[in-house]
């Protein structure tokens, strides 16, 4: 009860919570170029971060205005810890930043959990900017909700207060624009005057203010010479407006607004979802009936779905799991020992709520590879006592169920603590990939254990309670038990009359064969490639679009457009979402897609129907489509994938000193790239040198006028974003105040032109006569990589795997010649996989030391342990032959399926050898030891891989594409060692035992 009751407890989700130890830091500085910030701002930063311990990477972006600098911690430092320290240097450093810089804001709140989105759509943009009001409401209110930890808005700029002012009506006036920025502010803001104490009560004192902008051009700014005032409204207009619009989303054709509603770590999805729609029921009727309210994506419909496919194969499982018991033990027998599998998952999972685990497809998949070694104790232990039954003779009552239990508890203790040992290093796999798999070895490893228990104890009993009432039960016989009872017996006498004979003439030979096989196997490793998550099979597409440097987002947005309209017309096409400035408005999860966002960036997110719409298929079809139809543009589609990010496919950073030099090995780069097959979409981060108005200052008049920086700057800043000077309160908002030139669609020489600076006496002098105006081209960024420039060139790749393309990509590379202190490194997907296989090879060898060890201390053998691991050996050889047949490439969870694999196979080389040395011990000679052995063995060995086998056919077939190369390595891994194991293991026995004689012989012979 209590373990049913924790399983009800526990929060479903899709997968693991996946905790980020990665913090950003942005700064902004407007008006400076990316030099600038670069030496102003991110340096100086980057210094102070070096300063912390446990940093593993910290990487920079300097553009126009703005410094981001992402710091990543290693994988077992304290985030918390780390993230304190980074406030604390961020804080010291900021006396360093120039004035005009802002404070760095460090963000480290970047774990949640994806719960719902929406879309509001409308028939134009204009119209959901009315709407203004009534999403921040909702998204005040959604927030307010238990659990939920950010609601997002896209597709909806910021409202403000323009200011925009007629230069040529402030020179006719003699008023300067900083003198009409310091009225404004005087009037809009207003000092607190507290409160005033009077007859006993106390009275606050408020100044009423208008909530209406239009108030400000009521303002005086000056009074001519005959004294009369000089409104706002005479040299400028007021606007409550939106913010210039960076991004653009759209649902099915219609402009939208998206939110994204996110939870906190461990939190039931389910739950808060029902909280979020009861809430969302309630604030739609809000809604206008010229508006749509539509559900983009909802995690908990995933849920449902991926939870109905696991229940199914889950039962499928343990429907086939006794399935096979029956048909080597009786039907009461294997009912009985059907109920470890319930008992045992129920008493496991007591501790997980305990221990923060949720209940996600990870956390089912390890109870699906769990389920056929569940009752592999059982079943040893009532297979032998059954033997002591039916062969030795001994009474049911009482010698059977006891001899029986205790002659392979040993045995059962060391083989259940080395499946253990093969999962327990996955606790210590770091990173987002140990996040992923964390839940796995928990789910296991605890019901394992429960199921030992249950087998020392419960099993026995029954088997004696069953003993006494069938001996009062007349005419019973004994008779082999199961369905195929008979047919296993004769296929056991096969194999240890005729097949185990013969090997134990010329067990070397054998021996060496089996060895030899499996080693010649391991050649195949070269001929699978490495995808550590694959992509899905879920109907969903994307398609991402690049346009060229400098082009305007309303141009992009033409572009994008005119692509999603096309796609909507072609077949299967269930769905459609496009954005231009950034990713379309969600419709799918992709865990490992990196965000874009930039005028320049556009997308279009695809659902298709289902089991129509093939990605793959349509991926190669449209592609060749697009490029024709859109010469010039880039535009690559890309397949989801599953499991957790690793960056880019391809992914190459370049590191030196000078821009220019970086510019020109990553254009041979990707020249390189774009003529290796298989590459799309290839692009670097330092981007194209971007359209750049110079201003050529004349220091010899700027010295004569009496003019700093600092004043000709803020003037430029007029031309272009404007200037935030306070900010005013809408009596729902506080939205900042913006002063601009109300003719900025006008040439940028025109403008120049009518701009005046105000000296440090108050005249004003025409910016033409303090600087020179030329059109030329600059660096939009520059990027940093552990404090040295970099510039880093990525691809995406189609019809092939990342591995299988850099390795052309790198004999690309020896052909550009890297002048000394310009170096390369491999980053993105490929450098991820490297690491964790790095990482994952030596928990490997951790698994194999643990099991040696568990082995030695039963047998107190070096040998033993050795003969043992060959079943890891052959069992590791069987599984790569099965993801080279089924044409499936080396995968993370593949790779953890061979991990598996080494607890489970061991359990029968244990048992096999214990059975041959507890013989020896009686006296039996070694031949009729290891005959007697594999007799005795033959049934429990067959049933338990059969079960195991029989109980991942579902993922095998039906499963999640993520989760299907782990079936295919255990089963292919067990079958194969299972066959060699009965011939390999009594052979290599066979040879160091009789070794060991000779050598004791010898030993004798001359003492």
Request: hydrophobic share 40%; proline share 5%.
């Amino acid at each position: 009860m209590p373990g049913c009751y924790s399983v009800s407890q526990l929060p479903r989700q899709e997968t693991p919570d996946i905790i980020k130890k990665t913090a950003v830091v942005t700064t902004l500085y407007p008006g400076a170029t990316p030099q600038k910030v670069e030496q102003t701002v991110t340096k100086p930063l980057e210094q102070k971060m070096k300063e912390i311990n446990h940093i593993k990477k910290i990487s920079s972006t300097s553009e126009n205005g703005l410094s981001m600098i992402i710091i990543e911690t290693e994988g077992n430092a304290n985030a918390a810890e780390a993230w304190d320290a980074l406030r604390k240097k961020m804080n010291d450093a900021q006396s360093s930043l120039p004035t005009d810089a802002q404070k760095p804001v460090v963000n480290d709140d970047l774990n949640k959990v994806f719960i719902h989105s929406y879309a509001i759509t409308g028939d134009s943009v204009e119209q959901l900017y009315q709407l203004n009001d009534t999403v921040k409401s909702w998204k005040d209110q959604l927030k307010t909700i238990p659990g939920v930890s950010e609601v997002t808005i896209k597709g909806l700029p910021d409202q403000e207060v323009q200011i925009q002012i007629d230069a040529q009506k402030l020179q006719q006036y003699h008023i300067s624009w900083e003198q009409l920025m310091s009225a404004v502010q005087k009037e809009n803001e207003q000092y607190p005057i507290g409160n005033l104490d009077y007859n006993e009560r106390t009275y606050r004192m408020n100044v009423t203010q208008s909530k209406n902008a239009q108030e400000l051009s009521k303002v005086i700014i000056s009074k001519t010479e005959s004294g009369a005032p000089v409104y706002l409204s005479d040299v400028g207009s007021v606007l409550l407006t939106q913010n210039t619009s960076s991004y653009m989303a759209f649902f099915n054709g219609k402009p939208a607004i998206t939110l994204t509603i996110n939870g906190n770590t461990g939190s039931d999805v389910d739950t808060i979802y029902s909280k979020v729609n009861q809430e969302m029921q309630l604030l739609k009727p809000d809604l206008p009936n010229t508006f749509q309210l539509n559900t983009l994506f909802s995690q908990t419909e995933r849920i449902d779905h991926i939870f109905h496919g696991l229940t199914r194969e889950l039962l499928f499982a343990i429907a086939a799991v006794v399935i096979v018991y029956t048909l080597g033990l009786n039907l009461v027998t294997s009912s009985f020992v059907a109920l470890a599998i319930p008992i045992s998952i129920a008493i496991g999972f007591i501790i997980l709520p305990i221990l923060g685990v949720t209940l996600n497809q990870v956390t089912v998949i390890g109870l699906i590879i769990v389920m056929g070694i569940l009752v592999d104790d059982a079943v040893v232990i009532n297979d032998n006592i059954e033997r002591r039954m039916m062969t030795l003779g001994e009474s049911p009552k009482i010698a059977a169920a006891l001899n029986g239990t205790k002659e392979v508890s040993i045995s059962i203790l060391t083989a259940t603590l080395a499946t253990v040992a093969s999962f327990a290093p996955l606790f210590f796999l770091s990173g987002d990939a140990g996040s992923l798999i964390k839940p796995l070895p928990f789910a296991v490893i605890f019901t394992l254990l429960a199921s030992m228990l249950m087998s020392f104890t419960v099993i026995p009993i029954f088997r004696e309670w069953y003993g006494q009432r069938s001996q009062k039960t007349p005419n019973s016989t004994m008779k082999p038990p199961g369905l195929l009872g008979k047919q296993i017996d004769a296929l056991r006498n096969v194999y240890t009359s005729k097949l185990i004979p013969k090997v134990i003439k010329q067990p070397a030979l054998y021996a060496s064969l089996g060895l030899l096989i499996s080693t010649t196997l391991y050649g195949v490793l070269a001929l699978i490639p490495i995808d550590l998550f694959p992509r899905t099979d879920d109907p969903q597409l994307s398609i991402n679009v690049r346009m060229s440097i400098g082009t305007s987002i309303e141009e992009t947005k033409r572009v994008t457009e005119d692509i999603a309209k096309w796609v909507k017309q072609q077949p299967h096409v269930k769905t459609i979402s496009y954005a231009a400035g950034g990713d379309a408005p969600q419709l799918f999860q992709d865990m490992t897609a990196d965000a874009k966002t930039g005028t320049t960036v556009g997308q279009i997110a695809i659902v298709g129907e289902e089991g129509a719409f093939d990605p793959d298929e349509m991926a190669d079809k449209w592609s060749s489509i697009l490029k024709d139809r859109y010469p010039g543009q880039s535009i690559s589609l890309k397949i989801a994938k599953v499991g957790v990010p690793l960056g880019k496919p391809i992914s190459i950073r370049i590191s030196g000193n000078d821009v220019g030099q970086l510019r020109s090995l990553s254009q041979q780069l990707k020249e390189g790239i774009m003529a290796t097959r298989g590459t799309q979409d290839i692009q670097d981060n330092m981007e194209n040198e971007g359209y750049t108005l110079d201003f050529q200052i004349n220091k010899q008049a700027m010295d004569q006028y009496q003019i700093s920086n600092n004043d000709l700057t803020r003037t430029l800043l007029l031309m272009g974003n404007g200037v935030s000077f306070s900010r005013f309160d809408t009596g729902k908002d506080l939205i900042n105040i913006k002063l601009k030139l109300s003719q900025t669609d006008q040439d940028p020489e025109i403008l120049f032109q009518q701009l005046n600076v105000t000296n440090a006496n108050g005249v004003q002098i025409p910016l033409s006569q303090l600087a020179e105006l030329k059109p030329s081209f600059a660096t939009q960024k520059i990027n940093h990589y552990n404090l040295k420039r970099s510039i880093t060139v990525e691809a995406e790749v189609h019809g092939r795997t990342a591995s299988e393309v850099m390795k052309d990509v790198k004999l690309k590379l020896q052909d550009i010649k890297f002048p000394p202190g310009y170096t390369w490194e491999i980053d993105g997907e490929i450098s991820g996989q490297d690491d964790i296989l790095s990482e994952i090879e030596w928990l490997y060898v951790v698994v194999i030391l643990l099991i040696f060890m568990l082995i030695f201390l039963q047998f107190y053998s070096f040998s033993t342990p050795l003969i043992i691991l060959t079943t890891v050996y052959m069992a590791a050889a069987g599984g790569f032959l099965g993801l080279f047949i089924l044409n499936t490439p080396i995968t993370f969870m593949g790779v953890l399926g061979l991990m598996t694999l080494a607890g489970i196979v061991v359990r029968n080389g244990i048992v096999l050898i214990e059975f041959i040395e507890d013989a020896r011990r009686e006296g039996i000679e070694l031949k009729e030891a290891v005959i007697a052995a594999t007799k005795a063995r033959f049934r429990p060995i067959l049933l338990t891989s059969l079960t195991a086998i029989v109980g991942l056919i579902p993922i095998a077939l039906i499963g999640e594409l993520m989760f299907r190369p782990l079936a295919y390595t255990i089963m292919f891994g067990l079958m194969y060692s299972t066959i060699l194991t009965m011939f390999v293991v009594p052979s290599l026995y066979m040879v160091i035992a009789r070794w060991k004689l000779k050598r004791q012989s010898k030993k004798l012979g001359v003492q």
